[in-house]
């Protein structure tokens, strides 16, 4: 057997459940991977993705060198540079020189305002803590923001305003404890597969009882005790008819909501509409099935409630978050092992980078930007005279490429994202990113959106980098540097300090915001010292295993789980409800309801997986219809197909599976190819977290020429 020349131990880069993973390297490749069984979010586990799908840090298409642009491109309009010819391979001091130089000078000319930065998912805390940074303390623009305002914004806000605290309450692996788990729009075996896991053993070996709340027959419905397939966009009607349940059988926890909420009378008037039998009508799912539910649910001793995009990502995600919110408020299913409200987060460090302050409205530690005592307190932490931070919210995700053009955002830096596969209605996000007149994009490969930009940047990947990366159950944890960085490329960190110094340097600042940093442990304790909920965390600490957040002393635990002390807004909030209208609704022409999703083999935009082997256990996109659609049309299993919503059509091979129900198609957003978002809708946003209608979006279905296909390859699937 080959012995490995080190082992080291760090974070799956992939998704939220954050498992520990050791490297098996040698002559600097890892060349295994395996999970040890003291990784407390995966106890021996891993999942496709994180075991074999770490060969993208050496694919021969990453860029190793920084890149300019062989033809400058100045205003609006930019066209994509495909070819390496169109690029010209280029120093670091000239790469970034270039970057400090156009964006102070679309700063002293346009503002604060015309300027902007997505952060990552991705990356490090200490990376998204410096990209917020640069552009508060440097450009005074709080128009920094990044994905999770297309995945659980509307979980932020639903959760912010309900209990005052948004992050997952409780550990994931309480599923091992609890009684009843209801999962609700989350396929996780798929998005979350070592929680899955974990959710199928507690099925098997606990007897627990799972509800499964999903338009699609998703695995986890064969292991549930009660699947509800509603149709996509009716969760209010669904959950609020739970909640009709509860309030007349009396099965709430009268003691509970007397002493932690606030609101019940309202509420439970605006409930009365929402009956057993109106929610049948609406969600398609039978009146007894939601009455077991509720009762499954409210006679718990303890009972978890996890949920995901299918939740989150609709015109009216904050109610629909809201609508489930409710039933944990009515139960008193909180502050105990085995309970909570656990939005599963979906990028492995996606809850870091909110909490981190990339987010258009609060800093680091969520201190919201209006509040003027918390621009004093930022203003102290970054050495900045009085006055200099702004209280004005930025902009989000969405509204930046909006407001791209030469009276909006001139210049946006893109750290680790590819909104050109992300956003809503592509078409049209590509042409606002066509008007940004300057364009940095920081990236291992030159992506969808890489290609628009003027200058690239290449970064380091996870594993040749140290930093925290902070998981769903708001574990911070070590991530270590394995290797380093191939050809020229360095740690985001480190181009952002050195970009910062060159253009506090352009600015003349007679002061400095601190940007010295020798290694990420010092950015840490710049965060630590300065966030409350961090203060007891330091890198000796998660040397091995990292605490949940929050840590407030470095005596303290950590926390497993949340509100054992009541909620932090003092009392939970009830809101009343009413159901929402679908922003587009079917019609003769676009009858069917398309929905959009992960798979396991990939991720997200695929800029990793689509360089990794995995994309040969799945080349190609496919649309999954239901057989009676599928006959009603006269279309076969693996035959050419056009969805076509009111924005544009993708082709793509048809997979007639029941694991769709009838009305509703299922289309992964991971294919450039093909992409999912060329079809879905930008407008209208929830109003609160500003996040767009992705799961629910009418399209219609037609046979398409075979030469139509981008990818013709052809491999009928092995599962379900
Ligand atoms: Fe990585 Fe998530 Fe798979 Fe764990 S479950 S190995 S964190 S992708």
């Known amino acids: 057997m080959l012995q490995p020349d080190r082992v080291v131990r760090t974070i799956c880069p992939y998704c939220g459940v954050g498992c520990t993973l050791e490297l098996h390297l040698r002559d600097d490749y890892i060349y295994e991977v395996q999970a040890p069984w003291d990784g407390v979010a995966n106890r021996g586990l891993l999942c496709v993705k994180g075991r074999y799908g770490l060969d993208y840090l050496y694919h021969p298409h990453r860029i190793t060198k920084p890149l300019m642009r062989k033809t400058p491109q100045r205003g609006g309009a930019r066209t994509p540079a495909q070819s390496m010819d169109d690029w010209v391979e280029v120093s670091w001091d000239e790469a970034l020189d270039f970057v400090a130089e156009r964006l102070v000078e679309i700063y002293r000319t346009s503002g604060p305002r015309a300027l902007a930065a997505y952060g990552s998912a991705k990356a490090t ?24 305002r297309l995945c659980h914004a509307s979980s932020v806000s ?50 627990v009882k799972l509800i499964v709340v999903d338009p699609r027959r998703i695995e986890l419905a064969d292991y549930a005790t009660l699947w509800l397939p509603l149709k996509p966009g009716t969760n209010v009607a669904l959950f609020s008819a739970m909640a009709h349940v509860i309030i007349r059988e009396g099965w709430y926890n009268a003691d509970f909501v007397a002493q932690h909420t606030e609101g019940f009378e309202e509420f439970a008037r605006s409930m009365e509409k929402f009956t057993p039998e ?10 007894e099935h939601i009455i077991e539910a509720a009762r499954l ?50 990028q492995n460090n996606v809850q870091g980078a909110s909490d981190m302050g ?53 210049g946006l830096f893109v750290m680790g994202e590819n909104p050109l596969m992300s956003e809503p209605n592509l078409a049209e ?9 300057f364009l940095a994009v920081q990236d291992l490969f030159l992506n969808e959106t890489g290609v628009y930009a003027d200058v690239f940047l290449p970064a380091a990947s996870f594993a040749e980098k140290d930093g925290t990366f902070t998981n769903t159950d708001r574990r911070v944890q070590r991530v270590r540097k394995a290797l380093e960085p191939r050809g020229q490329a360095r740690a985001d960190w480190e181009i952002l300090a050195d970009l910062a110094r060159r253009i506090e340097a352009k600015l003349g600042l007679p002061y400095s915001a601190g940007w010295h940093y020798t290694h990420p442990r010092e950015i840490w304790a710049e965060i630590a010292a300065a966030v409350p909920a961090f203060r007891g965390i330091t890198y000796e600490r998660i040397d091995r295993v990292g605490l949940q957040w929050p840590v407030p002393s470095e005596d303290h635990p950590g926390t497993p789980f949340l509100y054992t002390r009541g909620f932090p807004s003092g009392k939970g909030r009830f809101f009343p409800l009413d159901f929402p209208d679908a922003p587009e609704p079917a019609t003769r022409q676009f009858p069917l309801t398309m929905t959009t999703g992960r798979l396991l083999e990939h991720w997200h935009g695929g800029t990793m997986t689509r360089h990794s082997d995995l994309d040969a ?14 006959d009603a049309l006269g279309i076969t299993d693996g035959q050419p197909v056009r969805v076509s919503s009111r924005r544009g059509s993708v082709v793509v091979r048809a997979h007639v599976t029941d694991k769709t129900t009838p009305g509703v198609v299922f289309l992964p957003f991971h294919f450039a190819e093909a992409a999912a978002n060329l079809l879905t809708m930008d407008a209208p946003l929830d109003p609160q977290a500003k996040i767009p209608h992705y799961k629910a979006t009418p399209v219609r279905i037609d046979p398409a020429p075979e030469a139509e296909l981008a990818n013709p390859v052809w491999q009928p699937r092995g599962r379900r």
């Not at 990376?127 to 990044?146: I, W």
């Not at 996000?429 to 007149?437: G, S, T």
């Not at 256990?617 to 599928?630: G, K, N």
């Open 125 to 148: 805390n200490e990376d998204n803590y410096l990209l917020q940074k640069l552009f508060r303390a440097l450009f005074q623009t709080h128009s920094v923001d990044h994905c999770a």
């Open 358 to 410: 990339v987010l258009n409205s609060v800093y680091p530690g969520y201190m919201k930007v209006s509040d003027p005592a918390n621009a004093a307190h930022w203003e102290q932490v970054w050495h900045l005279p009085p006055g200099t931070l702004p209280t004005q919210p930025g902009l989000t995700v969405t509204e930046i490429l909006k407001a791209a053009g030469p009276q909006g955002v001139r």
């Open 278 to 287: 109106f929610a049948e009508q609406v969600t398609g799912v039978p009146k």
């Open 297 to 346: 649910y409210a006679q718990a001793r303890r009972a978890m409630l996890f949920w995901g995009m299918g939740m989150t990502q609709f015109a009216h995600g904050t109610a629909s978050v809201l609508s489930l919110v409710h039933l944990a408020l009515l139960t008193g299913h909180v502050g105990q092992v085995g309970t909570g409200l656990n939005p599963l987060r979906g």
């Open 617 to 630: 256990l799945y080349p190609m996109p496919v649309v999954e219809m239901h057989p009676i659609d599928a």
């Open 158 to 207: 639903a959760l912010q305003a309900a209990i005052g605290s948004a992050a997952m309450s409780n550990t994931a692996l309480e599923v091992l404890e609890t009684e009843v788990a209801l999962v609700a729009g989350s396929n996780t075996t798929e998005n979350h597969p070592v929680i899955g896991a974990f959710i199928k053993r507690a099925v098997q070996e606990r007897g």
């Open 429 to 437: 996000a590509e042409e606002h990113l066509r008007q940004v007149e």
